[in-house]
Every structure is written in C-alpha cells, then in structure tokens.
C-alpha cells in the first residue's frame, strides 16, 4: 500500500511538511522569533537534491530499510536506467521535488542509511549479503521457509507467507510488462521481507558474545 502523502504547503516554490523544522522555522518566523531568507530555503533545497543524488549509489540492503514512498523509490530506479545526460538532469531534478516532500524523521533516516554505507564493518556488509540471500531464497523456494523457521522459530509465519506469495506474484507481473533491457522493479512486500529478515540477523549478531 503506497504511504500517504505528507501534509504541508509550498513557500516560493519548496514544499514545507507540515511539523518539519522548517514548518516550525517558518512559524517562528511570522511570529518575529527569527528571519527565515530564500537563502535558507535554497541551502535546504541543495541539501535535500544532493541526498537525493547520494540515494542512487545506497546499497540495495540498505535501500530496503528505508520507508520511502513508492513514486520516489520509482524514480530513483528510472534514473539509474538514463544514460542521456539532459534526461538524467530532469529525472534529478525531479528527485529532488520528491525529496523536499520527506518529513524530518525520513531524511534523518536516509543520512544515517548513507553513514552506515560508509562506516559499515565486514560484519554489517556480510549480513546484508546474507539478509539479501535469504530473501532470495523464500521467495524461490517454498522449502527455505521451514529452513528460516530454525533460525527465527518466533517469527509470523502467516505473515511472511503472505509476504513471499505477494512478491511472487509481483516478479510474475513485472516479467510479464518488463521491456527489453529495463531494468526488474520491486514492490512493496519484497523490501519487507528483507527487512524481516535483516532484524532478525542483527538480533542474532547482537546476542552472540
């Protein structure tokens, strides 16, 4: 199910969620507390456009763990498919338009994801590789889900069936409209599954001495 779209409102052109820091800046500001310049507007505005740049290099592992609207997920995936430098510039641009509609809470969310891809340890990474493998696994292979179950006996297994029955019909209708040399997109419950599995691995990690 696609998120709901944030609340909030334009000013000179750049959308402001309502509840943001810039919301309450702006508040501040018509109450005389402080002066809010389209200078600042701008520094954010540049901030937001080079998240959005620093989104098409995050480890899919990572991407996954973000809660992103669906359309931004799309276009991060549509601008890594351009090669022509003018279509690429738009598609960015475009980027950063949806990027100035996040709330606080998911940019806050992307900046800790690009960190941990810098500052990840051979541990981390190894985990998402095997996080992305499992998932790989359930999705393919009905028996990987009683193979899950002794590694994670706690988990919802109605859910998670749920889960991998969506993702597989959703590769079956992506393969079905996919066009020649398009790159496969996914949904909603294969990004879920990953990250089911993924807690569940760092939980694991933790609890080891």
Do not use: N
Not at 47 to 53: I, M, N, V
Not at 87 to 109: N, P, S, W
Request: charged share 35%.
């Amino acid at each position: 199910m696609a998120r709901k779209p944030t609340k909030g409102y334009f000013v000179k052109g750049h959308f402001v969620a309502e509840g943001s820091e810039l919301d309450l800046e702006l508040k501040r500001a018509l109450k005389g507390d402080v002066e809010v310049s389209k200078t600042d507007l701008k520094k954010r505005s540049d901030r937001l456009q080079a998240l959005g740049e620093q989104l098409l290099t995050l480890r899919p592992g990572l991407m996954d763990t973000l809660d992103l609207p669906d359309k931004l997920i799309e276009a991060i995936a549509e601008a890594k498919r351009i090669t022509h430098f003018e279509g690429k510039r738009r598609q960015m641009q475009f980027i950063g338009k949806l990027m100035r509609q996040l709330d606080d809470d998911a940019v806050a969310a992307i900046e800790t994801a690009l960190q941990v891809q810098h500052q990840s340890s051979a541990a981390d990474t190894l985990r998402l590789h095997q996080a992305e493998q499992w998932r790989e696994r359930l999705i393919a292979d009905d028996q990987a889900l009683q193979d899950w179950l002794t590694l994670d006996p706690d988990a919802d297994l109605q859910h998670l069936r749920s889960l991998i029955r969506q993702a597989r019909k959703d590769a079956q209708a992506q393969r079905a409209a996919e066009r020649p040399g398009e790159a496969q997109r996914h949904g909603r419950s294969y990004r879920e599954i990953f990250q089911i599995v993924r807690e569940r691995l760092d939980a694991q990690a933790a609890s080891q001495p």
